[in-house]
């Protein structure tokens, strides 16, 4: 009986395309000998959750329990694990497997795995569907664990495990945090807010690009930025043309390029975190007399997001979030898609999502 009492997990799941969770009790695996179980105490809701609650990509199953910006405290590991123990603070990001013999896993960079498994939505190894955060408890494989610092608050340190390494990977794999560099950070949101501060944590300047000025104070007096630049103002982008090392992109809806890549510097990068529903017009003249690139970039490995972690508790970066209880996850959800959150809504798991009687 205890076994199946310690399988036993209870969640929020959405069942359709409608997007609205409802409470969902399903089965953990047993914890197994590499394998460490932790209690949910908060998790974040990324964007991400929003487009596979709703089938935005069409590979959507039903039901899914999401979340991927997952911390809490380790309660039991498996005989063979070494580098958690009970009551450490820990987390899971995207990714709670890959295949670790492919190229992309042997360079460190699992996330590019074409094995990958995602933390919700995607099938374990043993065929059962992987449930994401918005639940009581996780069981994953150690190596794909990550320590949180102790300094750092677990709620607002959840939204580093996909917004902060989304931006930190790509600034990091580019060479674009080396002090004195100019980057500038396209949309001031959950991505957006992240990325300014481990930019000028990395010492480098840093221009937030946005479509409204009323941002501006936000952008400098609050996170930090060196300059704010508003996209839509000719003039402003006329004097900022080709003085920027690297520019994060994390705007998902549908935008123009053209004027981003005139800000790049010769040799200068412009890199995708954002994912638009719809394919963008990209200019190649500016490509080809400026050597310039555009790129993409997903989260990051597991050093690499352990990497991030550590310096977020360095330098005591977390993300600015609001903190909501379980019964509020769906208005959040629609309040998500309208961009109505300053910058990441964290679910207070722990303390509100209680079984239903």
Known sequence: MGKVLEK????????DESGVLSPFRFS???????????????CGICHTDLSMAKNIWGFTTYPLVPGHEIVGVVTEVGAKVTKFNAGDKVGVGYMSSSCRSCDSCSDGQENYCPKMILTSGAKYYDDTMTHG???DHMVCEEDYIIRIPE?????AAAPLLCAGVTVYSPIKYHGLDKPGMHIGVVGLGGLGHVAVKFAKAMGTKVTVISTSESKKDEAIN?????????????????????????IIDTVSAT???????GLLRYKGILVMVGAPEKPLELPVMPLIFGRKMVVGSMIGG???TQDMMDLAGKHSITADIELISADYVSTAM?????ADVRYRFVIDVGNTLKPAP
């Open 8 to 15: 036993e997990a209870f969640g929020l799941a959405t069942k």
């Open 334 to 338: 629609e309040r998500l898609e309208k």
């Open 133 to 135: 955060g918005y639940s």
């Open 222 to 246: 609050h996170l930090g930025a060196d300059a704010f630049l508003v996209s839509r103002d000719p003039e402003q982008m006329k004097d900022a043309m080709e003085t920027m090392d690297g």
């Open 28 to 42: 953990r695996r047993e914890t197994g000998e590499k394998d460490v179980r932790f209690k949910v105490l908060f």
């Open 151 to 155: 300094n750092l608050p677990l709620d």
């Open 302 to 304: 597991i050093k690499e």
């Open 255 to 261: 935008h123009p390029l053209l004027p981003l890549l």
